[in-house]
């Protein structure tokens, strides 16, 4: 089966940076995925990882261990419109897993 | 690139009919198109995926008679939940990816809010 865990709640103040952390134990690894996700509105792609390192896209960077199973998605200057969930996605051949997501408040 | 659509973008039915949700990508040929369930507060459920023009494979615990998929085109798979019953209600949201979508990416519609009253 798969598991895949990330925190359920963070709270940054506005300006601040945030590090989710996902780990992951699955039957398989074809990439990891980073969405964004408002309520009531679907996941938009963020970042996508397949390599070890670090991805940098802007403000957003995400950063990947196969060996230990882990990533995180690093969020900078953070602002209010980044109060989303923030969900990490693995890939098994086509099919994604998601995690629970990780609900990121932002706070003036 | 890489738009998705669905439609509609929330339905309310009564318990025991049927609802039908449509799945589009509008600028590319989406070979596979995916399925998934939100609950409030929790993460996407994968019900099922479709290659276009072959039968749709389900996940498990996903009753294959209940929900209908249909990928019948390149940029076009329904989604028909039959005989609905106040549990159906949730989110479904449909996912697409193809040959012109970069690593195998999914794009993701904007989601239909299902309410079985």
């Known amino acids: 089966g798969q598991n895949i865990d990330q925190p359920t709640e963070m709270t940054a103040t506005e300006g601040a940076i945030v590090q989710i952390n996902c780990t992951y134990q699955t039957s398989g690894f074809n990439g990891l995925f980073w969405y964004q996700q408002h309520a009531g509105e679907a996941p938009t792609f963020l970042s996508y990882?397949?390599?070890?390192g670090l991805e940098e896209k802007g403000r957003f960077s995400s950063f990947l261990s196969r060996s230990k199973g882990y990533s995180y998605l690093l969020l900078k200057e953070l602002q209010m419109k980044d109060s989303a969930s923030y969900l990490c996605a693995v890939r098994d051949d086509y099919k994604l897993s998601f995690g629970a997501g990780t609900t990121v408040t932002v706070r003036a | 690139g890489a738009v998705v659509s669905q439609h509609p973008s929330w339905v309310i039915c009564k318990s025991g009919t049927s609802v039908k949700i449509e799945c589009r990508s509008l600028?590319?040929?989406?070979?596979?198109m995916f399925w998934y369930r939100q609950f409030p507060k929790q993460s996407l459920m994968l019900m099922a995926t479709?290659?276009?023009?072959?039968?749709?494979?389900?996940e498990q615990g996903v009753e294959k008679d209940k929900f209908l998929i249909n990928h019948a085109s390149l940029t076009l798979s329904t989604l028909t939940v039959t005989s609905a019953h106040p549990e159906d209600s949730s989110f479904y949201i449909c996912s697409a990816s193809g040959t012109g979508t970069g690593n195998y990416e999914q794009y993701f519609g904007p989601g239909t809010r299902l309410t079985v009253t």
């Open positions: 990882n397949v390599l070890d």
């Open positions: 479709s290659n276009e023009g072959s039968k749709a494979t389900y």
């Open positions: 600028d590319f040929q989406a070979t596979t």
